[in-house]
């Protein structure tokens, strides 16, 4: 059984462009969120969905928005990507009951922005 | 809103030492709190965590962690630190179901330990 799965795990991208990220959450997980971490820094949530549905959000500004679909697989999207923004982002998935008592985490996709 | 601190940003031990690394939160409903291990250049593996059942929690590789409400505390420990327990360590909170929250972690700055032979 494969646990979360993202893509691609290391990209660079210039100031000013867009990005997707891709997550493929552990079989039988409905929920995923993704986290933005900074070199040197925790995990910060950025936001989770849930039916296709973002059901909550962190501090992040509109540049960055999500997608789910149908078969729970999410993607992330930021537009004009600034220096900021290089990153390692992390996908995490769950059950929406029980989220407590399992939640993964993926490798991580490392975005570079120059 | 619910916050985490870890005391030390990093710290050093001996193999064969103790191993106490330390998290307080902060929630203003009843939490659940995790620590997460990160080895360089990987995801983040789960080592233990507590949701409301024994306040002493058993993890994986020889960690555990106990929960102190009076204290607001979840700190680390691990009685004998083996050379592959260096990485860095992230403790973290969520609220419990129920909570407008839920399902959300916070996590700490980290605390990187390095383990001298």
């Known amino acids: 059984d494969a646990g979360v799965t993202q893509s691609p795990t290391h990209l660079i991208k210039t100031r000013g462009q867009q990005v997707t990220l891709r997550c493929s959450p552990k079989?039988?997980?409905?929920?995923v969120s993704w986290y933005q971490q900074a070199l040197g820094q925790g995990p910060q949530f950025i936001f989770q969905y849930y039916e296709e549905e973002e059901r909550q959000r962190g501090n992040f500004p509109d540049r960055f928005s999500g997608h789910q679909f149908p078969n729970y697989s999410s993607e992330l999207n930021v537009n004009a990507l600034l220096l900021g923004d290089s990153a390692l982002y992390l996908c995490?998935?769950?059950?929406?009951?029980?989220?407590?008592?399992?939640?993964?985490f993926g490798e991580g996709s490392w975005l570079t922005v120059v | 809103a619910q916050s985490v601190t870890q005391l030390g940003s990093h710290v050093s031990v001996s193999e064969g030492a103790l191993v106490l690394l330390r998290c307080n939160y902060s929630?203003?409903?009843?939490?659940?709190l995790f620590w997460y291990v990160q080895y360089p250049n990987q995801g983040l593996q789960l080592l233990l965590k507590y949701t409301s059942a024994a306040t002493l929690v058993k993890g994986i590789n020889g960690f555990e962690a106990e929960f102190k409400k009076s204290e607001t505390s979840f700190h680390l420990t691990k009685p004998s630190a083996h050379m592959s327990d260096a990485a860095e360590y992230f403790c973290?909170?969520?609220?419990?179901?129920?909570?407008?929250?839920?399902?959300?972690?916070?996590f700490g700055q980290g605390t990187i330990l390095t383990v001298h032979p």
């Open positions: 929630s203003s409903v009843p939490p659940y």
């Open positions: 079989s039988g997980h409905d929920t």
């Open positions: 973290a909170v969520s609220e419990s179901p129920g909570g407008t929250s839920y399902g959300k972690l916070t």
């Open positions: 995490a998935s769950s059950p929406l009951q029980g989220f407590g008592n399992t939640i993964y």
